[in-house]
């Protein structure tokens, strides 16, 4: 099947006036977004600079909004033109916000509160705060104070929208411990919430007589993962650990004694203590090696994806079941391309199953499905591939003259990825439109020039490009893309014109 006819925009925003959809929410939501879609991939459609700023600290967006200053300052980028939201009240750079998640509220739960109904920033501050914000306030609405025994830094979520886990710093001790060759028992701690209402599941603490020399800890859906220098990943279920491990069940706002100190849990002094101490090694659910650490779990059923274990197989990834660690048929993926950036690969966030492979000149989207006549095995298999524009042969026979007249002919070979060739940098999924975006940059004599792709999701047709008036060198939209952080010049071009 190929792609379907183009919608009319006007017949469809005809018979939904006239009520010719379903009244069901869902429906119309698709609706109004296939609508969007159309508008903002046809031809007529023109992008224009409409707002520029500048920032000496990190940037970061989510979700229409656009946070400044360490999250201090919220610029609402919805509007014609973007306007300022809030500005919360200056503060000392060690109580300034180290990391920050946006929450959206649940469908159909009931919250005690109607300011939980509301979106929130989930705010980590330098001296161990953790604040809900309002997101079109910046009013706090509630505070928790974790703890004096560490450092935490880093905020992520375990299972999204639901539970968080607040990761520490890493304890590598002081310059004098470290050449005494005093090791540290603790390595780092994990401190993991419900969210909305804001209920404490526990720290858990990992320590190296358990876990040994480990390099990185973090939670993703209920697993621990557990990650080592020697390119070692293993996995262990939270929920297992907790029951085993826990050593007294903790409420946030309760008095408790610990350890000889009483206090509040999460009010200032007193904190949260660690209430899960491991004893003993935990069950194993996984163990595999992989090249710095890559891994990654996606597909249906569940796929594994890694790079052996070896420097000379940088670029190389293996697709493997979970279940039994066999590898898929053609499940060895490897671009082929001679550049000085690796290519990436990662399961779809679309929830499709497919793989998408990015190198410096092609996009592969692969997908999984099963070995004909052996439902037991899958395979990988090509869904469509997107090329960049450039010259198919890429080698030049080049002249040189030695000094005794002779003439020799040697191939000159570009690099994959050389700057005055098309080159991939961005790629990622606009969920609600349905779109796969690509940005796609060639040098042109000192300046970079670049173009953004709108491609069909399903089928990898090329539905619109809009070019990059700004070098690629100052044009950071891709930090509006794809949520990082920098420290430069950012220019908006988010904003649509139609004519």
């Given at each position: 099947?190929?792609?379907?006819?183009?919608?009319?925009?006007?017949?469809?925003?005809?018979?939904?006036?006239?009520?010719?959809?379903?009244?069901?929410?869902?429906?119309?939501?698709?609706?109004?977004?296939?609508?969007?879609?159309?508008?903002?991939?046809?031809?007529?459609?023109?992008?224009?600079?409409?707002?520029?700023?500048?920032?000496?600290?990190?940037?970061?967006?989510?979700?229409?909004?656009?946070?400044?200053?360490?999250?201090?300052?919220?610029?609402?980028?919805?509007?014609?033109?973007?306007?300022?939201?809030?500005?919360?009240?200056?503060?000392?750079?060690?109580?300034?916000?180290?990391?920050?998640?946006?929450?959206?509220?649940?469908?159909?739960?009931?919250?005690?509160?109607?300011?939980?109904?509301?979106?929130?920033?989930?705010?980590?501050?330098?001296?161990?705060?953790?604040?809900?914000?309002?997101?079109?306030?910046?009013?706090?609405?509630?505070?928790?104070?974790?703890?004096?025994?560490?450092?935490?830094?880093?905020?992520?979520?375990?299972?999204?929208?639901?539970?968080?886990?607040?990761?520490?710093?890493?304890?590598?001790?002081?310059?004098?411990?470290?050449?005494?060759?005093?090791?540290?028992?603790?390595?780092?701690?994990?401190?993991?919430?419900?969210?909305?209402?804001?209920?404490?599941?526990?720290?858990?603490?990992?320590?190296?007589?358990?876990?040994?020399?480990?390099?990185?800890?973090?939670?993703?859906?209920?697993?621990?993962?557990?990650?080592?220098?020697?390119g070692l990943v293993r996995l262990?279920?939270?929920?297992?650990?907790?029951?085993?491990?826990?050593?007294?069940?903790?409420?946030?706002?309760?008095?408790?004694?610990?350890?000889?100190?009483?206090?509040?849990?999460?009010?200032?002094?007193?904190?949260?203590?660690?209430?899960?101490?491991?004893?003993?090694?935990?069950?194993?659910?996984?163990?595999?090696?992989?090249?710095?650490?890559?891994?990654?779990?996606?597909?249906?059923?569940?796929?594994?994806?890694?790079?052996?274990?070896?420097?000379?197989?940088?670029?190389?990834?293996?697709?493997?079941?979970?279940?039994?660690?066999?590898?898929?048929?053609?499940?060895?993926?490897?671009?082929?391309?001679?550049?000085?950036?690796?290519d990436w690969i990662y399961f779809?966030?679309?929830?499709?199953?497919?793989?998408?492979?990015?190198?410096?000149?092609?996009?592969?989207?692969?997908?999984?499905?099963?070995?004909?006549?052996?439902?037991?095995?899958?395979?990988?298999?090509?869904?469509?591939?997107?090329?960049?524009?450039?010259?198919?042969?890429?080698?030049?026979?080049?002249?040189?003259?030695?000094?005794?007249?002779?003439?020799?002919?040697?191939?000159?070979?570009?690099?994959?990825?050389?700057?005055?060739?098309?080159?991939?940098?961005i790629v990622d999924y606009e969920?609600?439109?349905?779109?796969?975006?690509?940005?796609?940059?060639?040098?042109?004599?000192?300046?970079?020039?670049?173009?953004?792709?709108?491609?069909?999701?399903?089928?990898?047709?090329?539905?619109?490009?809009?070019?990059?008036?700004?070098?690629?060198?100052?044009?950071?939209?891709?930090?509006?893309?794809?949520?990082?952080?920098?420290?430069?010049?950012?220019?908006?071009?988010?904003?649509?014109?139609?004519?």
């Amino acid at each position: 099947m190929g792609p379907a006819q183009k919608p009319n925009v006007c017949r469809q925003l005809s018979r939904r006036a006239l009520g010719f959809f379903s009244r069901d929410a869902g429906v119309v939501q698709r609706t109004n977004l296939g609508i969007l879609r159309a508008l903002v991939c046809q031809e007529s459609t023109k992008f224009k600079n409409v707002w520029t700023t500048h920032s000496k600290s990190p940037i970061a967006y989510e979700r229409g909004r656009i946070y400044f200053d360490n999250y201090r300052c919220c610029v609402s980028s919805v509007a014609s033109e973007p306007r300022k939201l809030y500005e919360m009240p200056k503060c000392s750079k060690s109580e300034k916000i180290e990391d920050a998640l946006l929450w959206e509220c649940p469908v159909g739960e009931i919250l005690p509160n109607p300011s939980d109904y509301k979106s929130s920033l989930i705010a980590l501050t330098a001296h161990n705060w953790l604040f809900r914000i309002s997101a079109t306030t910046g009013k706090v609405l509630e505070k928790i104070y974790l703890a004096s025994y560490c450092k935490f830094r880093y905020l992520s979520w375990d299972t999204p929208q639901e539970v968080i886990a607040v990761k520490s710093a890493q304890n590598k001790g002081s310059v004098l411990a470290r050449q005494a060759g005093i090791q540290q028992p603790v390595l780092l701690y994990l401190a993991v919430f419900h969210v909305l209402p804001f209920s404490l599941i526990g720290i858990l603490e990992i320590n190296k007589k358990i876990f040994g020399n480990v390099t990185d800890a973090t939670l993703s859906h209920g697993i621990l993962i557990v990650m080592y220098s020697s390119g070692l990943v293993r996995l262990y279920s939270f929920q297992a650990i907790t029951e085993q491990f826990m050593q007294q069940k903790l409420d946030l706002g309760c008095a408790c004694r610990w350890g000889g100190t009483a206090g509040t849990v999460g009010e200032a002094p007193f904190g949260i203590p660690c209430n899960i101490k491991i004893t003993d090694t935990p069950p194993l659910l996984f163990e595999v090696s992989s090249l710095e650490n890559a891994f990654q779990i996606g597909g249906h059923p569940w796929h594994y994806i890694i790079t052996p274990n070896k420097k000379k197989q940088k670029g190389v990834f293996h697709i493997c079941a979970l279940k039994d660690n066999s590898l898929a048929k053609n499940g060895i993926q490897e671009m082929e391309c001679c550049s000085l950036e690796s290519d990436w690969i990662y399961f779809h966030p679309d929830a499709s199953g497919r793989i998408i492979h990015v190198g410096p000149n092609q996009v592969k989207v692969l997908k999984l499905n099963e070995v004909e006549n052996n439902s037991a095995q899958h395979q990988i298999s090509e869904d469509f591939v997107i090329l960049a524009n450039r010259e198919k042969n890429k080698n030049e026979n080049l002249p040189t003259v030695t000094a005794s007249g002779r003439v020799v002919k040697r191939t000159f070979n570009l690099l994959d990825d050389d700057p005055e060739q098309e080159t991939f940098k961005i790629v990622d999924y606009e969920d609600e439109l349905d779109l796969l975006s690509v940005v796609a940059v060639t040098q042109i004599d000192a300046e970079g020039k670049a173009h953004l792709d709108f491609h069909c999701n399903e089928y990898g047709t090329l539905l619109k490009s809009i070019p990059l008036v700004e070098s690629w060198d100052n044009f950071l939209t891709k930090v509006i893309y794809t949520g990082n952080h920098m420290k430069e010049d950012i220019i908006l071009q988010d904003k649509m014109s139609t004519s």
